[in-house]
């Protein structure tokens, strides 16, 4: 299917979901998965400093198309954002992993957002991903934390209220989580 | 760790964490006991965490930023009057809302739009007030009002407009699956709505699908209008368009790239015209489903480059061939657009509703005002977008086919030459229309890539006519040879020539032309007896016979082939020959005889009759300049030629002049990788390394180098004259071991290339030879020299500077050896002439003056080497200036002429004069630097400042020790001892 048959049908299903047919998201998930994965691509071929915000603005649209044009309940919400951020975790490590087998040994240099220009942040997003699936057995609520904080942006207030959980406990996790991949991810460059 | 150990970690780990950072250790060890890996395990975490401060706090990609989102938990919704009820859609300004006012004093809903932060809009409610009264009076059925404007507590800029629902414009007609005519009367009420804003003056400037909704009644409502001037940077309202860099910075774009125009992407005024411009890219849209321009992927610069420079492709050849829609769109609609995107504005629509008039006209099939290009418009465009050289290749290449028709026509049946002229005609036009981008899978062909095709066209497009078919294939190849790319040229001229052997009937003429060009692909190549053959072939052709023209073709050849060989006498001949020829037959004023006077020139040259060579050269250039005009590759040769002849009268300023006027024609004719840029390099760099500009001079010569060795076959003879080049620049730094690899590296390839005969060699050896002395192989040195000298002998016969040169360079070998002598006999030679050739003001008849003044004073003749040394220092100085180094040894020698005298006033006065220079340019340990001290010792003694030598010698003494140089040290112990 390409692109605008692609986005047809997501306006369509979006139209399901909105007259109340719960099916619609489950339906509407991997389609958007893969508008993700088409914008996420077009993201990073370019990997230029300058043009990191573009694809940003142009998931969000998607992402309002999702969100902003019908009331969303909790639970949809709570939904959309845990599978957005695991989909983002997957297309950047495929990514990443594409990189490396194509340039090996050569980690992905990902740019942080804000500071494209002046403070790069070299991140081993295959490392990351091989840590958090570690994680992931020992307590899973914690990779969601992670996820929902390195690959959508979702604020510590937010993440806490998607989660149910309080302000205090998701801080609490994330930052023993965030030790833990650190000393991890040190380890590992280490060895 | 499983999760149960991990969960038990966690627990110490925020308690730890809550605790003093020196409290941690001790509350770890306790609350783990015995476990002491559990307390490693803490430990380390903790200290991990120390350091992760600033570890992942950074989103690595990042969801629908700001605002949607602070509004996720339930926040304040309250706008100013406004009351937020949901985001309708995410643009490059910021979100927009949909809103309606807190008050209920206004019953509809609005659009808010909240900007981004960084937005410099600190007086956008001082603009919006100043605004107002016009954005206010835009009152049309199809444009969306501008009602409100201001600021949110955190000082965060908003606009409040009409809310529209609708789709955007280009979903509505795909949803809706509207028809072209459906489709066009949309499009026309667009077109209505802009034209009714331009008559308020005010210009959209972000005019594109997205601003453009159809609501459920099928009316079309623009947004924003008004807006982006609103938010433009105060220096951009009223005309100039943002920069690159204000809009890809960290502020907001006032446009959006893909649909901005050229002049707003080129910091020009805006005008209706750049709405005219957006409409046309709408059309595009509209009528294709596609953008005009594919943009994606691209870095700014890119598509800066692709929306000012490249043509979009016409409408109709994006949809499916043979199909209604397609033929719908050719022609008219095609033009239409066309007009509209025009890069230049004037030349667009003068408004958007001549636009729609236009498109109405088509509607109701009367003929369109706009004009498809004319052949003459495309064909200038075309040329115009490239480089001069290039696109008079170009140009070269349509003549010539068509002229090959005319030759057909004169020559065949009427109907036949009809039928072929029509096949040339096609295959033109064919190949022009191949220009076009979409044709070009989406981006436009260069001339280059347009030859490509056509010679990959040419072997099978007349096959069936192997003359027409030839003389296509000699044309592409001439055209090819103009781009220095005679390997592609090659094989076309080749089976041009073999198609037509077999043809008796075909014209002399069109065969010789093919073996002519075949000819100059020899003497390219540097295969000039093959050369020589051919040329004379063509000669032959035309003694005696009417065809005086060709003949003076034929001339003219051959004698440049002759003069490549070295029979310089043979090749004046026939350059002469050839002169009279052009004069007769096309006037005085043509270019025939300009080209003539400009191979009589180089003959001139390389007979060493330098003042007819500049004389010819000038002669050429200003018929050249009458001709051409200053641009033009012609103009830039003959300034090459005098550029010789005058660095070789020793007028170094004049020439330099000329070759740097020469490089910037270049430049502008022709890509880098030019041969001819890369001839003027090097000439410029023979030139700049005499004087003491030799940085840029290696510069020059390494361009050069790359560029021929790049084009050339290895082996050929110019690599071999840059590389010889380079040989004497390393020299001059005193490289003199990597001069002797160059020099080496270039006779190789300049012997086998040339033959033992030819002055490059004899050259290439006399450099070598200077290295190979510098090195101290004097008897290698003194082989080669002396094959250099009978090698010039035989070239240039006695008279010619270059033997003198070499000669001179004998002469300093056999100094050296203190073989004094025969060195002042050679040297002798060498003055008489260059007296006679160059005359007596001359550096070169300087330098030899200064040479036979060394020799004389080392066999005790200091007066006779002193007249002869005043008469060259002030040659010295005038030419090099009076910081040179030439001047400085000059000096230190008239110093030891003094001294030898006793002279001492005199002499200390000029050796003091001597070591600044000789210090600025040389290492410290250099033997002319340390030889001036023990002079300058030596002469401190004559003045019978005794201590002073000695110091100075015992100084000279341990730095000849510290850097081994032997001969400085027994002179200064010798001059130490005569101390006493």
């Keep these: 299917m390409n692109p605008s048959q692609d986005a047809h049908e997501i306006t369509r299903l979006l139209d399901a979901w909105g007259d109340g047919n719960r099916w619609a998201l489950d339906e509407l998930m991997p389609l958007v998965a893969a508008e993700l994965r088409r914008l996420a691509k077009n993201y990073m071929l370019r990997e230029r400093p300058s043009h990191t915000l573009e694809p940003t603005a142009l998931v969000n649209e998607l992402y309002l198309r999702l969100v902003g044009r019908r009331d969303m309940n909790w639970k949809d919400r709570a939904h959309f954002f845990a599978f957005s951020a695991t989909t983002m975790r997957r297309i950047l490590v495929d990514h990443a992993r594409g990189k490396r087998t194509s340039k090996r040994g050569d980690g992905i240099q990902w740019l942080p957002l804000d500071e494209a220009m002046d403070q790069p942040q070299e991140m081993d997003l295959i490392a990351l991903d091989d840590a958090l699936k570690t994680l992931e057995a020992m307590r899973a609520r914690q990779v969601r934390i992670i996820e929902l904080r390195c690959f959508t942006g979702l604020k510590m207030q937010e993440i806490a209220e998607l989660l149910e959980i309080s302000l205090a406990t998701a801080n609490r996790e994330w930052a023993s989580a965030r030790a833990w991949l650190y000393r991890e991810l040190n380890m590992r460059e280490r060895g | 760790m499983n999760s149960r150990r991990w969960e038990e970690v966690l627990a110490l780990f925020d308690q730890a964490r809550e605790l003093e950072p020196t409290e941690r250790i001790a509350f770890v060890r306790e609350a783990t006991g015995e476990d002491r890996e559990l307390a490693e395990e803490v430990r380390s ?85 100043s605004e107002r009264q016009i954005l206010a009076g835009l009152q049309h059925p199809h444009i969306a009002r501008l009602l409100d404007g201001g600021a949110t507590e955190e000082g965060r800029p908003y606009l409040v407009m009409e809310f529209v629902d609708g789709d955007p414009i280009d979903t509505y007609c795909q949803t809706h699956d509207l028809s072209l005519r459906d489709r066009l009367e949309l499009f026309r009420k667009v077109c209505g709505a802009v034209q009714f804003a331009h008559q308020n003056l005010v210009v959209h400037r972000d005019l594109k699908a997205s601003n453009i909704l159809v609501n459920r009644d099928g009316e079309p409502k623009l947004l924003d209008f008004g807006v982006a001037k609103l938010l433009a940077p105060e220096g951009w309202i009223g005309g100039g368009g943002a920069t690159a860099a204000a809009m890809t910075g960290t502020g907001m774009a006032p446009m959006t790239l893909s649909v901005a125009s050229p002049e707003q992407l080129r910091n020009q005024p805006v005008t ?188 099978s497009d007349f096959a069936d006519q192997p003359e027409l078919q030839a003389s296509a294939m000699l044309t592409i190849g001439k055209v090819y040879q103009s781009l220095s790319e005679f390997e592609k040229a090659g094989p076309l001229l080749q089976r041009a020539q073999e198609l037509l052997a077999p043809l008796p009937w075909v014209d002399q003429r069109l065969k010789m032309e093919v073996v002519r060009a075949l000819a100059k692909q020899k003497l390219l190549a540097g295969e000039y007896e093959l050369a020589e053959q051919l040329y004379r072939q063509s000669v032959a052709a035309f003694e005696g016979g009417k065809e005086r023209e060709q003949l003076e073709r034929s001339l003219v050849g051959l004698s440049a082939v002759l003069a490549r060989q ?19 037959l096309f006037g005085p004023r043509h270019r025939r005889v300009e080209e003539s006077l400009n191979s009589l020139a180089v003959l001139q040259y390389s007979q060493g009759a330098y003042s007819e060579a500049a004389d010819s050269s000038q002669q050429a250039l200003d018929l050249a300049l009458s001709l051409h005009g200053e641009i033009h590759p012609s103009v830039a040769n003959n300034l090459n030629g005098m550029a010789r002849a005058k660095t070789a009268l020793g007028e170094s300023e004049v020439a330099e002049k000329a070759l740097r006027r020469a490089l910037r024609i270049q430049e502008q004719l022709y890509e880098d990788s030019h041969t001819d840029i890369a001839a003027t390099r090097h000439n410029l760099a023979a030139l700049l390394f005499e004087g003491t500009r030799l940085d840029e001079a290696e510069a020059l010569a390494l361009q050069a180098l790359a560029v021929r060795r790049d084009t050339y076959e290895e082996g050929h003879s110019q690599i071999g004259e840059t590389l010889d080049l380079l040989g004497l620049i390393r020299y001059q730094r005193h490289d003199v071991r990597g001069a002797y690899d160059l020099h080496a590296e270039a006779l190789a390839i300049l012997l086998p290339a040339l033959g033992e ?15 190979a002395i510098a090195l101290e192989r004097y008897t290698e040195g003194e082989k080669l020299l002396r094959q250099s000298i009978v090698g010039f002998r035989a070239a240039y016969g006695d008279e010619h500077p270059q033997l003198a040169f070499a000669l001179n360079s004998l002469g300093v070998l056999l100094r050296k050896q203190e073989r004094f002598a025969q060195a002042e006999e050679v040297y002798r030679e060498v003055l008489r002439l260059r007296e006679r050739s160059l005359g007596s003001d001359h550096v070169a008849t300087a330098v030899v003056r200064n040479n036979i003044a060394v020799v004389l004073q080392l066999t005790g003749k200091p007066s006779e080497a002193e007249v002869l040394l005043r008469q060259a220092l002030p040659v010295f100085e005038r030419t090099f200036g009076s910081t040179h180094r030439n001047v400085g040894t000059c000096l230190k020698t008239m110093a030891q002429i003094l001294s030898d005298q006793e002279r001492y006033t005199e002499a200390e006065e000029t050796i003091l004069r001597a070591l600044p220079i000789l210090q600025d340019n040389y290492p410290e340990a250099h033997g002319k630097r340390l030889g001036a001290q023990v002079l300058k010792a030596e002469i401190l003694h004559g003045l019978g400042r005794t201590e002073q030598a000695r110091e100075l010698l015992n100084q000279t003494l341990r730095m000849a020790r510290a850097h081994g140089r032997t001969k400085e040290e027994a002179k200064a112990q010798e001059a130490l001892r005569n101390l006493g």
């Design chain 2, 757 to 771: 005969e030819h002055e490059f060699v004899a050259v290439a050896r006399h450099n070598l030879s200077r290295a």
């Design chain 2, 566 to 584: 070295g029979r310089h006498e043979e090749a004046v001949t026939q350059s002469s020959r050839a002169l009279d020829l052009a004069r007769s």
């Design chain 2, 45 to 129: 975490l903790l200290e991990a965490d120390d350091s992760a401060a600033r570890f992942l706090d950074k989103p690595l990609f990042e969801l629908a930023p700001d605002e949607p989102r602070t509004l996720l938990a339930e926040g304040s919704r309250r706008l100013g009057a406004y009351l937020l009820d949901r985001p309708l859609g995410q643009g490059g300004m910021g979100a927009v809302w949909l809103a309606s006012r807190a008050d209920g004093s206004y019953q509809g809903k609005v659009a808010i739009k909240l900007l981004h932060r960084d937005i410099n809009t600190s007086n956008l409610v001082a603009r919006f007030e």
């Design chain 2, 272 to 459: 209706t015209a750049t709405d005219v411009h957006a409409l046309g890219l709408l059309l595009f849209r509209l009528l294709t489903g596609q953008p005009a321009f594919t943009i994606e992927g691209q870095s700014t610069e890119e598509i800066i480059s692709t929306i000012c420079e490249r043509e979009p492709p016409l409408p109709s050849t994006l949809l499916a061939p043979g199909t209604s829609s397609r033929r719908l769109v050719e022609g008219d609609l095609d033009t239409i657009v066309r007009k509209a995107l025009r890069k230049k504005p004037t030349r667009r629509f003068v408004s958007a509703q001549g636009l729609s008039e236009d498109l109405e006209r088509h509607l109701l099939g009367l003929p369109v005002r706009s004009r498809p290009d004319t052949f003459g418009y495309r064909w200038g465009k075309f040329v115009r977008r490239h480089r001069w050289g290039v696109a008079a290749a170009a140009t070269a290449l349509a003549s010539l086919l068509l002229f090959t028709a005319l030759l057909l026509v004169q020559q065949r049946r009427v109907d036949g030459a009809r039928r072929s002229t029509d096949e040339v005609n096609r295959f033109l036009t064919d190949l022009l229309y191949s220009a076009d981008p979409h044709i070009a899978k989406g981006r436009e062909l260069t001339v280059r890539e347009l030859l490509d095709a056509a010679a990959l066209r040419v072997w």
